[in-house]
């Protein structure tokens, strides 16, 4: 074989191994004569049929099973990254064990002794706190909330231009009814000090990085004037369970609307602090853009246009999980388009459900609400009247009026993305 066609070949067959994702690269269609090799006529390709099909919904990655963790997308070991497969997301709660895993430092805890581990409250406070785990589950009183965790950077590999980081699909997000104890009500015990302005977090992981670098620590920080400060709780339940330790085993942060950035995992130290926290995590990442809707262009980037500010609520999204294109539909069968939807600005009001690629759009039935914080599920029975390719879209809206639109958000860690979601399916007579 020759050079030229041995490349083709290669070329071709790399493109089926990965399935649809040939599209990402841009070589959807190759150029008919591509398709002579060895002056064998080659048969077009099948659409790929996988458990994931075109668009790819989840991230590209093998499955991996991590202690109390079902098989989960691997995008990274070091650190640990893992993302939650489409299916998980039929029901209102994710399981934990199917919960997706994000680590920013190598050295996690795998192991915590409670008879020696003590939260800590500290800094610019009345009173130092070390409490027990049975200090927080009887001195306090017990809170329970339904709450969406979501990656800044969900569905990053969606971003073109791309941008650097994890190329998260859209399972980098999970709902749990986390329980725990109210930091407003550790924060009184401690005492705030009059001139105090923020409140840092600190997990029990450490990095390889020297001490005091910014690979070594992870911190995060919430202004106390902040309203979410009266929301935020210090949880040490997930569903009626302990943590899963790669999920922040004993205790973690729960910041109901805002993205998981500040849900410190591992929570062992809360800090308050008298002046504004500018650490690395704080500053230099998990900011967007000081826009309206964090939206830039990477030429004003280049170009030193853009002022950055720490990344905050979620903005309102919704998925489609099932049909999800891997099988065709029977024509004339009714299906149950099923998927969920939330929002960190409000409660989900309406989602809306499109057959015509979003042409026309019909209100779909809302599942059980579990309050403002959590997924809400959706459904609605669509009846395919003819063959062919349809393309199904979803659009949710919120109560403070936030809708999700065709158009993208570009900005350069590659956060908030919650442009409309599509996912094309095939009606034919025969599987
Ligand atoms: N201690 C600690 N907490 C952390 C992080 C971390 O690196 N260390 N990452 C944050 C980020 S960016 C995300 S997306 C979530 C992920 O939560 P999960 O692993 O429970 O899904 O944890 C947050 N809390
Ligand atoms: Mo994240």
Not at 211 to 238: C, G, H, Q
Request: proline content about 7%; charged content about 20%; some cysteine.
């Amino acid at each position: 074989m020759s050079g030229e066609k041995a490349k083709v070949v290669s070329r071709r067959f790399l493109i089926k191994l990965i399935g649809g994702g040939a599209a990402l690269f841009g070589l959807s269609k190759l150029p008919s004569a591509l398709a002579q090799v060895s002056g064998q006529a080659i048969q077009p390709m099948p659409g790929f049929t996988g458990p994931d099909a075109n668009p790819y919904w989840g991230a590209i990655g093998s499955f991996v099973i991590y202690p109390q963790k079902l098989p989960l997308i691997q995008l990274t070991d070091r650190p640990v990254q893992l993302e939650t497969p489409r299916h998980y997301f039929l029901t209102p709660f994710t399981p934990n064990a199917a919960f997706y895993v994000r680590w920013h430092l190598e050295g996690i805890p795998n192991a915590v002794n409670l008879s020696e581990w003590r939260l800590l409250v500290e800094g610019h406070v009345e009173k130092t706190l070390a409490l027990t785990m049975s200090d927080l589950m009887k001195r306090f009183k017990s809170v329970s909330i339904a709450a969406v965790n979501q990656c800044s950077g969900n569905s990053r590999s969606r971003f073109q231009p791309r941008v650097p980081g994890a190329q998260w699909g859209n399972g980098a997000m999970g709902n749990a009814l986390f329980t725990g104890v109210r930091l407003k009500d550790l924060l009184d015990v401690a005492g705030v000090k009059t001139g105090s302005v923020q409140v840092q977090f600190e997990g029990l992981e450490k990095g390889r990085g020297l001490k005091e670098s910014v690979s070594y620590r992870y911190l995060k920080s919430l202004s106390l004037n902040d309203p979410v400060i009266n929301e935020t709780i210090v949880a040490y339940e997930m569903n009626g369970e302990p943590l899963p330790m790669l999920n922040g085993f004993p205790v973690r942060l729960v910041v109901p609307g805002k993205f998981s950035t500040y849900w410190t995992k591992a929570l062992t130290w809360i800090r308050v602090l008298d002046k504004p926290d500018t650490n690395f995590w704080m500053t230099k990442t998990y900011c967007v853009p000081d826009t309206p809707r964090g939206n830039t262009t990477p030429k004003d980037v280049k170009e030193g246009r853009v002022s950055m500010v720490p990344v905050g609520i979620m903005p309102v999204r919704s998925f489609i999980i099932t049909p999800d294109g891997s099988g065709k539909i029977p024509l004339e069968m009714p299906v149950t388009v099923r998927g969920i939807a939330f929002s960190g600005y409000g409660r989900v009001i309406k989602v809306e459900f499109s057959a015509d690629d979003g042409t026309r759009w019909s209100n779909a039935m809302l599942g059980e609400d579990y309050g403002r914080y959590s997924f809400r599920t959706w459904k609605i029975i669509w009846v395919p009247k003819h063959t062919g390719k349809y393309v199904l879209a979803v659009r949710a809206t919120d109560e403070k009026g936030n809708i999700q639109t065709d158009e993208g958000v570009w900005n350069p860690k590659g956060y908030l993305w919650n442009k409309i979601e599509r996912q094309e399916v095939m009606v034919d007579v025969s599987q």
